[in-house]
């Protein structure tokens, strides 16, 4: 799996556990993970903005392998980086097929992260809709 964009130019320091609060209540850390068969997007919503802050592209091996490989990949990304309890909820836009295999990969602690999956396939908006339809859909 190849990862780029600002988790790794910048690593996950600057998601560590930093909670703001309003009103003496913790405002939730959210990423959204968005993706199709060989290509995800993360993203960070933090005081209702919403950040691209990473993608990850299956290489030619997984791609050959089947979508299983990438899936576990991902799996194993999310659960490395919660370990460092960088989010407290995630949901996941994908299509049902991707949804399936991401959900037998993954281990308990990312699990109870989760707080929405969607079944949608998001990956072909421009950037600047895509926030747009995510601020619809993440109306919280």
């Known amino acids: ?12 320091i600057p998601f560590f556990p930093k909670k703001d609060c309003l009103n003496s209540r ?3 850390r959210i990423w959204i993970l ?3 068969n060989h290509f995800f997007r993360f993203y960070s919503k933090k005081n209702g903005i919403v950040e691209l802050i990473g993608e990850a592209e ?4 997984e791609i050959e392998n089947g979508n299983i ?5 991902i799996t194993n990304f ?5 370990t460092f309890d960088v989010f407290d909820r995630l949901i996941i836009i994908a299509i049902p097929k991707i949804l399936h295999e991401l959900n037998i990969s993954f281990s308990k602690l990312v699990e ?3 707080v929405a999956e969607i079944y ?3 990956t072909g908006f421009k950037e600047e809709n895509l926030k747009e339809e995510l601020n619809k859909i993440l109306w919280f």
């Open 1 to 12: 799996m190849k990862l780029t964009g600002k988790l790794i130019t910048e690593g996950i």
């Open 26 to 28: 913790p405002i939730p």
């Open 34 to 36: 968005i993706g199709v």
């Open 58 to 61: 299956a290489d030619n091996q």
């Open 69 to 73: 490989h990438f899936a576990n990949d």
């Open 78 to 82: 999310l659960e490395q980086v919660e």
């Open 112 to 114: 109870n992260k989760i």
């Open 120 to 122: 949608k396939d998001l």
